[in-house]
């Protein structure tokens, strides 16, 4: 079995780039794709420390694509599943053994992702419904407390995270991904420069295979939410989550609002 992973890099720090190419190096993945999309190659000296990284300086082409040209090597060579990984990213060898071992006996799942949590401790909400325009642009600009009740629906904050549950959407953080299936739906919709390219990516995997959360396995989330931070980001994340909705349907999508519908009722919610 042949794993393979891919991180996607834009001036990343040299120590914050190093941190996740350690918790790769001490894991199972044979084979690191380090794509960066910053516009010098002061990453390339990452490339010594194993046989296993091969580093790629490429244009600007955005996230998703970016992933794209590691996942397509990663075809050609084989490789059984892949792993989208963010360089905020930490986690140990035991999550990814977990992780294959959990694949491997449940061969209609396409994607998993394990529990994550901040650096300190603090879970985070990663589990969701499939997005409404309210969800993912009108409720940011609001008030917390007035947005408090939606955004726990819409990351199923109700259910218990110490359960498994198939779900439409799943962070882009880290992608733990069939490459069958990624045959089979699809790779990332390079039309997303950056943002909406994991909720798109993620809906078709659910269309056809079971996308789950597995709390058995872990890692660990800096999570920086560059676009609440940064004003250029902002507008691109705008951008991007416009060009989801273009694509699946603004508020008239019968395909959400059954998935949707189908994940609550599965999970109890009743409020």
């Known amino acids: 079995m042949m794993l393979t992973a891919s991180v996607v890099t834009y ?3 040299l120590p914050e780039a190093g941190a996740v190419l350690d918790c790769v190096l001490r894991s199972s993945i044979d084979k690191l794709y380090i794509i960066d999309n910053s516009r010098n190659d002061a990453l390339r000296i990452l490339e010594k420390r194993s046989s296993k990284i091969r580093y790629i300086h490429n244009a600007n082409i955005g996230y998703g694509g970016a ?11 084989g490789a059984k599943y892949h792993i989208v990984l963010n360089p905020d990213i930490r986690f140990s060898q035991e999550t990814i053994e977990s992780l294959a071992c959990y694949m491997d006996a449940h061969e209609d799942v396409g994607q998993i992702m394990p529990k994550v949590f901040y650096p300190d401790g603090r879970l985070q909400y990663l ?5 409404t325009p309210a969800d993912l642009i009108f409720r940011r600009f609001l008030p917390t407390g007035w947005a408090k009740k939606s955004r726990e629906r819409f990351e199923l904050r109700f259910s ?3 359960k ?8 882009g953080c880290f992608m733990f991904l069939r490459v069958e ?9 390079e039309r997303f420069f950056m943002y909406g390219e994991d909720i798109d990516l993620s809906r078709r995997m659910h ?9 058995g396995a872990s890692i660990v989330h800096l999570h920086e939410a560059a676009s609440y931070k940064n004003r250029r980001m902002l507008l691109i994340h705008i951008r991007n989550i416009i060009r989801y909705f273009n694509k699946w349907g603004w508020f008239f999508d019968a395909q959400r609002r059954k998935i949707n519908r189908r994940l609550l009722k599965d999970l109890n919610y009743n409020r």
């Not at 299936?181 to 919709?189: I, Q, R, S, Y």
């Open 11 to 13: 001036h990343t720090s």
């Open 67 to 77: 992933h794209n040209l590691a996942i397509r090597e990663a075809m050609e060579l």
């Open 127 to 131: 589990c969701k419904l499939l997005p």
């Open 160 to 162: 218990d995270y110490d």
């Open 164 to 171: 498994e549950k198939n779900i439409p959407f799943l962070s």
């Open 181 to 189: 299936a990624l045959c089979k739906v699809g790779l990332f919709d």
């Open 207 to 215: 269309l056809q295979y079971r996308t789950m959360y597995y709390p």
